[in-house]
């Protein structure tokens, strides 16, 4: 909340690049949550937790400028949501590909740098070389140059993962919105999309807001927790926001927060409660 | 219908040249709009198009009016409909499926109409020719409309193409990129209707769908750049229009929706030949 701009200090003698202050958002008539508080400072890698239907999804939406605030104010870059067109990257939440979809994922990526101008691609000229060169280096930064070119429908889900991670990062956003980009990959490459997220987030100063259902494979990247649960939210650094009396405050249950034996924390208990989840389905987490 | 006209003379004659025109263009809007079809999911979408052109030229013709007048607006008019009841511009399957039933039967009603107020031998005529198109019998007047529509058809599947591409791939991002996605879905059916308009003229309702939906099929399975495949739908639409028109110009007994349809269908089938080639092609260099 208002204390973790002090916690992250350094980071923020910046203006913050997002900034969300006592936010609250309205849904079908249902008040999801209220009295949200959050900065997060250029190249701060946060991560978005909390129980499903309990409007994560509708934060990263609130971001984008496609869900208004009901109450409180929302600042994306200085300005107003949905009004910085590139400066924002966006990974929807997953649908993988049709195994059938013959498109190569070079071309995918392609459509995030072009896909909203009008007409076809003319394939010459010093503007088209330039896009093909950023193009293939940020596939490139994901790692994901070997299976560019085969059919996005043929990749495997953390192939495709990197691809739209790329498609994300093609026109250099400052901020990147990743809704649970985790989801239903395997664990080696959860831990290896994790893994690359926070070395972009730290290396190119891009602030990653990312929606998680687990907080352990992203857990040792994050540099701030905003955890969502009952209409209410808590920020602060993962030390002090995952823990066994912060979570039970926020569920108004026992939560238990375990340590593995290399220290990690590990959420048990996690209880799906009926009060949150009795809403309708179609808002997602 | 002009079949009896048909014969290896048929070149120089002036309705083979319509044809040839008018089919060029036809084909070509046809492969463009067929390719977003096919991509989209929405080829369904075609066949219920394909029984509004049926039932909208059966329309105006009971009603005194140009069969043609009856088949765009029908088409155009439907297209619309299907985006505006679909979620989100995408017409789904349940409602495509209960509406055409429905239009079909409606158009026999009209047919009904039609003949019994006039002499019945016209009037089943202009039926077999809406079912199963009339390419041979356009006039110069009638050309120029057809290549006036197809070419309109074609310069606004090109203008939309990128952003329409964007948002058939990954509508949610597009959307979030500023795309229009919904107003995009509305247009894109509006020209299918159009194109379902154009195209009945050539082949017949009955048999449109196939020019939707065989020649950009073939180039989905073949091309794996999506704007090298629009482009190649659209060059083999106006190759299986060309071969099918040359086809039935020779013989004579075959009749032109029949010729370009069974071109269509045969480069369909060779793609699969084709695909399991390709198949078999890495794995003859990996044992070398």
Not at chain 1, 151 to 160: F, M
């Amino acid at each position: 909340m208002t204390g973790g701009r002090e916690m992250t200090g350094a980071r923020e003698t910046a203006r913050p690049v997002l900034c969300l202050c006592g936010a609250a958002v309205r849904v079908g008539g249902r008040t999801l949550w209220s009295g949200v508080d959050l900065e997060v400072g250029a190249g701060e890698f946060v991560a978005v937790l909390g129980p499903n239907g309990v409007g994560k999804s509708t934060l990263v939406k609130v971001v984008l400028g496609m869900q208004p605030v009901a109450a409180g104010e929302v600042s994306v870059l200085g300005g107003r949501p949905g009004e910085s067109g590139s400066r924002v990257g966006y990974l929807p939440q997953r649908r993988s590909f049709d195994p059938s979809l013959r498109i190569r994922g070079t071309d995918i990526v392609r459509l995030g740098l072009d896909g909203d101008r009008w007409g076809i691609p003319r394939p010459w000229g010093a503007r088209r070389a330039r896009e093909r060169e950023r193009v293939e280096e940020v596939i490139e930064l994901v790692g994901a140059t070997a299976c560019a070119h085969r059919p996005i429908g043929r990749c495997s889900g953390g192939e495709q993962q990197r691809l739209l991670i790329a498609q994300a990062l093609v026109r250099r956003p400052e901020i990147l919105l990743l809704d649970e980009p985790l989801d239903s990959l395997d664990l080696p490459n959860q831990s290896a999309v994790a893994a690359l997220v926070g070395r972009i987030c730290h290396q190119q100063g891009v602030a990653v807001v990312m929606v998680a259902h687990d907080v352990n494979p992203i857990l040792h990247h994050l540099d701030r927790v905003v955890y969502l649960a009952e209409g209410r939210a808590v920020c602060g650094p993962p030390s002090e926001v995952v823990t066994s009396a912060t979570l039970s405050r926020l569920y108004r249950t026992p939560v238990e927060v375990l340590r593995t034996g290399d220290g990690r924390p590990v959420v048990v208990g996690h209880p799906e409660t009926p009060a949150v989840q009795g809403g309708p389905h179609a808002i997602a987490g | 219908m002009t079949l009896a006209t048909a014969g290896p003379s048929a070149w120089s004659q002036p309705f083979f040249h319509h044809a040839l025109l008018a089919g060029t263009f036809i084909a070509l809007a046809a492969g463009l709009v067929g390719y977003f079809l096919v991509l989209r999911a929405q080829v369904f979408t075609g066949d219920a198009l394909s029984h509004v052109a049926f039932t909208g030229a059966m329309a105006a013709l009971a009603g005194g009016y140009d069969l043609r007048l009856g088949l765009f607006a029908g088409c155009v008019g439907a297209g619309l409909l299907l985006a505006g009841v679909g979620r989100r511009g995408r017409a789904d399957d349940v409602v495509t499926g209960s509406a055409f039933a429905w239009i079909l039967g409606l158009g026999s009603f009209f047919l009904t109409l039609y003949t019994s107020s006039r002499s019945g031998v016209t009037g089943g005529g202009a039926g077999t020719t809406v079912l199963f198109g009339s390419i041979f019998g356009l006039n110069g007047g009638q050309t120029l409309v057809a290549v006036l529509i197809g070419a309109g058809i074609c310069v606004a599947v090109l203008l939309i193409a990128r952003p329409l591409l964007f948002a058939t791939l990954d509508e949610a991002v597009a959307a979030a990129r500023g795309v229009p996605v919904r107003v995009l879905g509305l247009g894109f059916l509006a020209l299918v209707g159009a194109c379902a308009g154009e195209a009945t003229q050539a082949v017949g309702s009955l048999l449109l769908l196939g020019l939707l939906a065989a020649p950009a099929g073939a180039a989905v399975r073949l091309a794996d750049r999506p704007f090298l495949g629009l482009g190649l739908s659209a060059g083999l639409a106006v190759l299986e229009m060309w071969t099918g028109l040359a086809i039935s110009a020779l013989v004579p007994t075959l009749p032109p929706s029949f010729a370009i349809m069974a071109a269509a269908t045969a480069v369909y089938v060779a793609t699969f030949l084709f695909a399991r080639l390709r198949a078999v092609g890495p794995a003859v260099v990996t044992m070398e």
